[in-house]
């Protein structure tokens, strides 16, 4: 069964809500195994919420509307299911009873207008809303079901999983989408591609016979790329067992540049490495400024693993809160892997820690002490010495400081790794 | 010139990603009285894209297209164009140059892959992308102008405001959309929205017969509250002229809440305080881990007014590095805004700062030192002497932390602004 969305409201189209709804249920449906081909957003428009219909049904077995179903006169969803099927509005008696009922309930009378969510087009079938007001709404057309949920993302996910997934689900038969997502920091999203181009083009031949075999997607953001494999097949444990072999190829293939599967954080990933051999780390920024030691404490529990750190973000602080030898910056420059293993070395002796890790560089826009933008000098100091790197950065200021976080936690990282075997 | 978006990825539709290039295209070209008829997402596939196309030129007059304009396989958008216009992709000898002098820059070597990026289809015109690799291109056919450009925010946005939206603004000709936005901090939604209730519904009424009337929108996020004041007439000065009465009465009810306009952020609003008067600020974190220097440091030219900080995760670090009474913690707590008075002032000390600013706190989901999550005390230090606040935020971890961030800030400011009146 292949699904459109349909999310009706001139305010998505204004941008004053992003569209959130879609994603949810794209992700609902993917994990159910169910196709979606399209997502539309429309206006508030009666015409144009049909015709955004009538071409979701030309591309789709089941359309899941959200919004439109308000009181207000800006909610058009009704008239327009009842316009594309050339039927008309009834009042609902039943629905009509509910209302009063939930108005008395809250003590408050019920403004006329809302009795507009008692209309129902004619044939079509009432899905309960056990959030709100607005009723969903069941219409075949065409060979098509539309289903026509409220906006609201409580009232509307609460009402996909009762009333339409199942549906859906029945629908679409046997069969299940499972995916397997490889966390990798180091390489490029064309490198990743170019390492996995010549299975890539194994698994498209092998596709051609076996459905079952999976296909690989490549997503870049911010210094990480993950590669998405993905199978589908009559059930789970079909699927899963055709990504194994792939998983493993893909692997082999990645090398150390995987730090994780699924969802993996590559601070995550180091405080488990740190948890487990009871290590601590310690951070001296300068051009992150904190963001490095942000991400060492977005999760809970870091304070088992995080000792803390210094943002030198002028010389005088790198100097005497870290006490750099300011003859090496002298001699190497602020931005140089010299100053980074001294702020690294600095701060690991300062707060106690086994691992002191340092950033210092160029964010940009402007050049600085003869340093372009981009330019950024990472340095580890921990039990076995002081390793530093130094990196150019391809981007604006903020994707300067984000990939210098990612990079700098995954030197770290492939040290412990390496260590630990 | 009615406008359709259209977003290519997979990803959009599995819900990997939520579509925020709509929503911000949506509000840019909301700000430029340009209509958005309707936005699409379609998957990674040549054909859907194409017949995606198709639908979108029967309802728009310009079609924006992000996405799908990378290195991979599934990269489709240049053979998506090709296809509806029925031309060939032609490979574009400069784009071939620059690509390589890219790659060469970061002495990297250009993946063969790559070159894709300079397939052109005939008759299309390249849109220079100053951030990234992929070009962004312009296609008419069939009287619509189809606008590609990358899916990467940063890219997209800074490609559209230079090649796209001068065409659509000219071809858009008269009718102005103008709109105001102010930024608060310290009040919730629902206070704001109490405060300008009887301002909101004035203006309602007086629309009914004047359409020029602005309308207010509310949207909040992460401890800031913006209200959005928006008019629509025949030219922007008219518009303008309709706005300014509703901002200076919504100012008055909304009093020092309000910390800027349109796209104003709070640490640039503090920089701006900070640098009229020389003056400097430097931080010692304990639950934001480094956010709150982070946050300083977002904009460039921070290091004229940010001193650098302190990560106190540990109570040694308090002790040792911001050099606080290890008797006022134990009196206290870690969790106090004696506390957070004493690290305000260790910072400022330690840092030769005019101003310290300290976060302690429990961002969760835990409890800790008999606190429950989202408890936190902010110390501020300065030449008139030092205060705390306690706060008590409501939410997950990253809520608790990010409002921290913002409460901290906001502290500063008004302390300030109070200053300098």
């Known amino acids: 069964v292949r699904v459109e969305t349909v999310a009706v409201g001139t305010e998505l189209l204004l941008g004053a809500h992003v569209n959130t709804n879609a994603a949810w249920l794209g992700e609902r449906l993917a994990e159910h195994g169910i196709d979606v081909v399209a997502g539309t957003v429309i206006g508030d428009n009666v015409d ?18 959200t919004g439109g179903l308000g009181p207000t006169q800006d909610d058009l969803t009704r008239e327009a299911l009842a316009a594309l099927a050339g039927v008309d509005l009834v009042r609902d008696d039943a629905l009509v009873e509910g209302l009063y009922a939930r108005y008395a309930a809250a003590g408050r009378e019920l ?12 044939g079509a079938t009432v899905l309960p809303n056990p959030n709100g007001s607005a009723p969903g709404l069941l219409l075949r057309h065409g060979g098509c079901d539309f289903y026509a949920l409220p906006g609201v993302p409580a009232e509307m ?45 194994e698994l ?27 199978a589908k097949a009559a059930d789970t444990a079909t699927a899963q067992q055709a990504i194994e072999p ?60 995080f000792r803390g750190g210094v943002l030198a973000y002028t010389v005088e602080a790198k100097t005497e809160l870290l006490a750099v030898d300011p003859a090496v910056i002298n001699e190497s420059g602020i931005v140089s892997t010299a100053t980074a293993s001294a702020m690294a070395e600095g701060v690991c002796r300062r707060l106690a820690a086994t691992w002191g890790l340092a950033t210092t560089g160029v964010a940009g826009p402007d050049a600085h002490d003869g340093k372009e933008p981009g330019t950024v000098c990472i340095g580890l100091a921990g039990p076995s010495g002081t390793t530093a790197r130094e990196l150019r950065i391809v981007g604006d200021r903020s994707r300067v400081r984000a990939v210098t976080v990612v990079s700098a936690l995954d030197l770290l990282r492939r040290r412990l790794e390496e260590s630990g075997r």
């Open 204 to 230: 498209g031949e092998r596709r051609r016979t076996d459905r079952t075999t999976p296909t690989l997607a490549y997503l870049a953001g911010a210094g990480e790329v993950r590669v998405r494999i993905t």
């Open 48 to 65: 144009r919420i049909a015709e955004a219909l009538r071409i979701a049904a030309g591309r789709a077995d089941a359309v899941v509307i």
């Open 157 to 201: 996910r609460a009402m996909f999983d009762v009333s339409v997934l199942p549906d859906l689900v029945a629908r679409a038969g046997a069969g299940a989408i499972v995916s397997r997502t490889l966390h990798t920091i180091g390489l490029w999203e064309s490198a990743v591609a170019e390492l996995l181009g010549d299975l890539d083009a």
């Open 111 to 122: 403004p006329l207008r809302n009795l507009q969510q008692a209309d129902v087009p004619a």
């Open 246 to 305: 792939v998983e493993a190829a893909a692997r082999t293939l990645l090398g150390a540049a995987v730090f994780g599967i699924d969802g993996a954080t590559i601070d995550g990933r180091i405080h488990e490495l740190l948890r487990a051999r009871a290590e601590t780390v310690a951070v001296a920024e300068s051009l992150t400024g904190g963001a490095l030691g942000a991400r060492l404490t977005d999760a809970a529990g870091a304070s088992l693993t």
